[in-house]
């Protein structure tokens, strides 16, 4: 006679408070920088120098973007490398609550200009990242798997070990402790940042989950196999030619550079090109966001090529800040959005289906976060692209579009609470 | 003589996989096989299976699919 099979094992997965602690945090930092957005005006957008703008990129990429980025990795690398991280619970308190306090410091010294804070926000975030980044090692260290992803999420991890290394040093010279030539520091530490961090760890992550939950044939292997590598050689060679005033370092440098550019063109090219080979049919939310975001990402790739060429466009002070918001938010805050109406719906049931007695009626994916609600934030979170980029020709629009940008975080944290509410309800039956 | 059941969750979104072959387990007839086809590796189930008792072998084809023979 067969013995019941027992409840999903929860042995491997960390609880579900751990990813979800930072999720519900991630909306917040986005509501934040759209105050203060709307509190700035058209001022925030006169040059990428701005107080206010360096405040609200970090919003967005701290609070944001490794806020999601590093919960979901704590819960998918058990999934995608088999080999869980060690301590969950403790490493997510020393991540999440450093991670929070310091972005909150640091989008505050830089808004303010205070270098006391600035000093502080350094000290935590370095603080929580590091904690973050050993126990990631230890995870990716132990893990017998061996393919494109694990291979991509190590080069990510390289990449935020020196953004963090960089953007100390930054704040040390803002400081005054250090005296090093600001322009190039912040060059190396947005390339790290950007495609670095946060490109590379989109693309690892892609190659295991469109086709799992978009249901699309997977991406050629004789592309992942070299294309994260690639991009991140590129960078490790573009990084001292960005320092070297020569001319062939100089032209090196436009090389390497355009070989990064190249590189996720292609990969956009790819996702959207296995969309439309999709098995299923009826279009879903994420889908909408991960075309959303790489349509952003080849306009990003485009405006960045065409500035190359045309002198005027990179010395325009628009140029910068029209290039950071179709990387960051039409990108990447696309892609993450997307992916969190799989995760979460699909942890709220994982734990559901572990916690309960067998036979217990468990909401299915649908019923965890409606249709109707995700996709009604992601045409708010569509309108806000347009009206934050319209707000460049249009400094008037800055406002309506901070409105917007204030309007779709908060459905998406009322989506995710909704989530976690249902949840709770189901595990205290 | 022990059978072999075939459960293809390919093209399948999750959870249903996993939601699929603890179900098919649990009226697998005693001695007998099930080969499970996937697009990957589904590391959560082997942890499953192993604290269930289940033995499971893995066979990965050049294609990227992989079946994974589970039996008790």
Known sequence: MNAPISSLSLEQAPPISVPFRFFLSAPLFLLLAALILLVSGPQALMSRWTPELLALTHLVTLGFLSMTMIGALMQMLPVLADSPMPLPRLVAWMVHIPLVAGTAMLAS??????????????????????????????????????????????????????????????????????????????????????????????????????????????????????????????????????????????????????????????????????????????????????????????????????????????????????????????????????????????????HLQGRLPKGSTIPNMKQIISDRTARRQMQAHMATLLLLLGSIAWPVLVYPAALALGFTSCMLWLNLFAATRLYLKFARL | MAGEITLDVRGLEPPEP???????????????????????????????????????????????????????
């Open chain 1, 109 to 350: 010294g830089l808004f303010f200009s205070q270098t006391g804070m600035l000093n502080a926000a350094i000290f935590l975030l370095a603080f929580a990242l590091g904690v973050f980044l050993i126990a990631g090692a230890f995870s990716l260290a132990a893990s017998r798997v061996r393919h494109a992803t694990t291979r991509a999420i190590r080069f990510a991890g390289i990449a935020l070990v020196l953004t963090v290394g960089l953007g100390t040093a930054l704040a040390g010279t803002l400081s005054g402790y250090f005296h090093l030539p600001m322009q190039e520091l912040v060059g190396l530490h947005v390339a790290w940042g950007l495609p670095g961090w946060v490109g590379l760890l989109v693309m690892g992550v892609a190659y295991q989950v469109v086709p799992m939950f978009q249901l699309t044939p997977a991406y050629p292997a004789r592309l992942t196999r070299w294309l994260g590598g690639s991009v991140f050689l590129l960078l490790c060679a573009w990084s001292p030619m960005s320092l070297t005033p020569s001319l062939p370092a100089s032209w090196g440098g436009s090389l390497a550079a355009g070989g990064v550019a190249i590189g996720f063109a292609v990969f956009a090219g790819a996702t959207l090109y296995l969309q439309t080979k999709r098995r299923r049919r009826i279009v879903d939310v994420t889908e909408q966001f991960w075309r959303i975001g790489m349509l952003s990402l080849l306009a990003a790739v485009a405006l960045w090529a065409t500035a190359q060429q045309v002198t005027g466009i990179a010395a325009d002070p628009r140029y910068p800040i029209v290039l950071g918001m179709l990387f960051m938010f039409g990108f990447a805050v696309s892609v993450v959005s997307g992916m969190l109406y799989k995760i979460v719906p699909f942890l709220v049931w994982f």
């Open chain 2, 18 to 72: 996993l939601v699929k072959v603890l179900s098919a387990l649990e009226t697998l007839p005693p001695g007998d096989r099930l080969r499970m086809v996937h697009n990957r590796e589904p590391f959560p189930l082997y942890g499953i299976l192993q604290e269930d008792g289940y033995q499971y072998r893995t066979e990965a084809f050049a294609d990227g699919h992989v079946e994974i023979i589970i039996w008790r």
